[in-house]
């Protein structure tokens, strides 16, 4: 299980939000200049096999340092037909 982007999923993760929401924001300071970290954060249990913890992809504000997280899965981050998974 990958636990860092490439360069090309975070460059999906940024088009992923411009896409579906708004121009995004900062909801602490207002600013917006996100940047997408490279660094996966793997949430819930981890040691359960029959249940898969939540992979979030880490977006912070590079004003106040807030922090948004996006589900992987609901992106599709690591779809079987993404090709860029491969190269992590
Ligand atoms: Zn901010």
Redesign the pocket.
Known sequence: MANRLTLAQRKRVARHLNTRASAPR??????S?FRVRPEVSVLGPSDAADDAPLRAANVV??????VVQLDCDVIGLFDASDTSAAAS
């Open positions: 900062c909801p602490m300071c207002n600013a200049s504000c590079g004003y106040c340092g807030f």
